[in-house]
C-alpha cells in the first residue's frame, strides 16, 4: 500500500471507567491489556525504579556527570535499535544512512518504547515534575503552524511571531519549594 492507503484513523480512547469497571472504548467484552488504559508514564517508571532498587528523586536535582553518561548511553543505544528497525544505520557525513536492511515494525515499536522509558527514567531520577513539564511542553507545542523549519524537512511545526515557549524555568521553582535560586 502507499503512504496512507488503507490505513483508517482510530478514534482517540476516552480512558474512561464506566460504573461497571469497564474502560467505555473497550466495552463488556474487557481490554485485552487493561493496564493500556493508565496514562502516567512517570508514576510507572517510578515503580519500576522502586522495585530494583535504582535512584527516585522527589524534587528536581542534577545526576552526577558519571550517571548522566550511563544515562546517554542507554538512550543512545536504544534509539540505535529504532535506527536499525528503521533500516537506517548510524549518522554518517551527510546524515542518517539507508541500509538494504528492511524495516520491521515490531521492533521500531519495541525500540521507541524503550527509548522513552529510558527518558523517563532519566526524569524520574532527576526529580522532574514530569506531567507538568509535558503539560506545559504541550500547551507550547500546539501553539506551533506548519511549515519549513531549520531542519529543511518539507512537513515541520514551526514557532509563529510571538510564539511562547515552555515555562520550564518557573514550574522546576515551584517544585523546588520556594528555592528558586538554584535553577
Not at 528536581?60 to 558519571?66: E, S
Not at 507550547?140 to 506548519?146: D, G, I, M, W, Y
Not at 510571538?162 to 524555568?169: A, H, N
Request: charged share 25%.
Amino acid at each position: 500500500l502507499g503512504r496512507g492507503q488503507g490505513v483508517q484513523k482510530e478514534e482517540p480512547m476516552t480512558n474512561q471507567v464506566n460504573d461497571d469497571g469497564y474502560c467505555d472504548a473497550c466495552g463488556p467484552e474487557g481490554c485485552l491489556f487493561p493496564d493500556n488504559h493508565r496514562n502516567d508514564l512517570a508514576e510507572d517508571v517510578a515503580a519500576f525504579h522502586q522495585k530494583f532498587g535504582l535512584l527516585v528523586s522527589t524534587s528536581p536535582t542534577q545526576l552526577t556527570k558519571r550517571k548522566l553518561i550511563e544515562r546517554v548511553e542507554c538512550l543512545r543505544e536504544e534509539l540505535h535499535e529504532f535506527l536499525e528497525a528503521s533500516g537506517l544505520g548510524r549518522y554518517g557525513a551527510d546524515g542518517l544512512l539507508e541500509t538494504a536492511k528492511p524495516q520491521d515494525l515490531p521492533a521500531q515499536a519495541d525500540a521507541l518504547v524503550d527509548l522513552v522509558y529510558f527518558a523517563v527514567g532519566t526524569a524520574v531520577m532527576m526529580g522532574l515534575p514530569w506531567q507538568a513539564l509535558w503539560n506545559d511542553v504541550q500547551r507550547a507545542n500546539l501553539t506551533k503552524e506548519r511549515g519549513v523549519g531549520h531542519r529543511g524537512h518539507q512537513v515541520d511545526c514551526v514557532k509563529p511571531p510571538g510564539w511562547e515557549g515552555p515555562k520550564t524555568r518557573a514550574i522546576l521553582a515551584v517544585n523546588l519549594f520556594g528555592h528558586p535560586a538554584a535553577l
